[in-house]
């Protein structure tokens, strides 16, 4: 009140910027907000949002919307097993999660590439196994019989033989590249002899490495 009786006390007296600052502040506390009432109204949230898609009409409407949608999750779906698929065939290590929990990690993963890497007689050994239920029936010729004995005794230690090579290979690889494994040996070589004898194109997870290729 002072400073406008002063003001008209003294009426030929220009008003300073401080005294016209000092004014508009005191009109936006009076009128109990803190902005300017002449500036423009902030705009609220900003963001976009779709189309509006009004609600069905009736029965048919919404069971074609229903058969829309539940086509439209089941691409979605298919692109998103082919992308993981694509990431298992890469060996991308991001992948290693999809990985069924015996395939996990980079013990089962050294394990792979170094059987897959191998030409072994092994991995005909099911199929020998089927030669042998079929040729030990009755009524076949012995001659029959004793060479598919024979057969099946050969594949044994042959598999014995590749089984124990490559489980030393394995086990030197996993202590040379993965120092702090706490995978227990007697597991993971399960997990070589059960690759082993699996046909090579019937491995899962797929090979990655070529045979005669070095780990």
Same mark, same amino acid.
């Given at each position: 009140?002072?400073?406008? =009786?002063?003001?008209? *006390?003294?009426?030929?007296?220009?008003?300073?910027? /401080?005294? /016209?600052?000092?004014?508009?502040?005191?009109?936006?506390?009076?009128?109990?907000s803190g902005r300017d009432k002449a500036a423009p109204?902030?705009?609220?949230?900003? +963001?976009?949002? +779709?189309?509006?898609?009004?609600?069905?009409?009736?029965?048919?409407?919404?069971?074609?919307? $229903?058969?829309?949608?539940?086509?439209?999750?089941?691409?979605?779906?298919?692109?998103?097993?082919?992308?993981?698929?694509? &990431?298992? *065939? $890469?060996?991308?290590?991001? @992948? *290693?999660?999809?990985?069924?929990?015996?395939?996990?990690?980079?013990?089962?993963?050294?394990?792979?590439?170094? #059987?897959?890497?191998?030409? !072994?007689?092994?991995?005909?050994? @099911?199929?020998? #196994?089927?030669?042998?239920?079929?040729?030990?029936?009755?009524?076949?010729?012995?001659?029959?019989? !004793?060479?598919?004995? &024979?057969?099946?005794? =050969?594949?044994?230690?042959? @598999?014995?033989?590749?089984?124990?090579?490559?489980?030393?290979?394995? &086990?030197?690889?996993?202590?040379?590249?993965?120092?702090?494994?706490? #995978?227990?040996?007697? &597991?993971?070589?399960?997990?070589?002899?059960? $690759?082993? %004898?699996?046909?090579?194109?019937?491995?899962?997870?797929?090979?990655?490495?070529?045979?005669?290729?070095? %780990?």
């Open positions: 009140m002072s400073s406008l =009786f002063r003001r008209s *006390d003294k009426k030929d007296e220009p008003v300073t910027e /401080t005294e /016209t600052a000092a004014t508009d502040e005191g009109a936006k506390r009076s009128s109990g109204t902030p705009k609220r949230g900003t +963001g976009k949002r +779709g189309p509006y898609v009004p609600p069905p009409t009736n029965r048919k409407d919404a069971a074609v919307r $229903r058969k829309e949608k539940a086509k439209q999750e089941r691409g979605e779906q298919r692109a998103q097993r082919a992308e993981i698929q694509a &990431g298992l *065939d $890469r060996g991308d290590p991001a @992948f *290693d999660k999809y990985h069924m929990p015996r395939d996990r990690g980079p013990e089962r993963r050294l394990a792979r590439d170094v #059987v897959d890497s191998r030409r !072994t007689i092994s991995q005909w050994f @099911f199929l020998i #196994v089927l030669i042998v239920l079929v040729t030990s029936q009755p009524g076949m010729l012995p001659i029959v019989k !004793t060479v598919s004995t &024979g057969v099946w005794v =050969f594949m044994l230690l042959a @598999f014995i033989l590749e089984a124990t090579l490559t489980c030393r290979k394995v &086990g030197k690889l996993v202590k040379e590249r993965v120092p702090k494994s706490t #995978v227990k040996k007697p &597991g993971l070589y399960w997990y070589v002899c059960m $690759r082993l %004898i699996m046909v090579r194109k019937l491995r899962m997870p797929r090979p990655l490495v070529k045979p005669g290729d070095k %780990i």
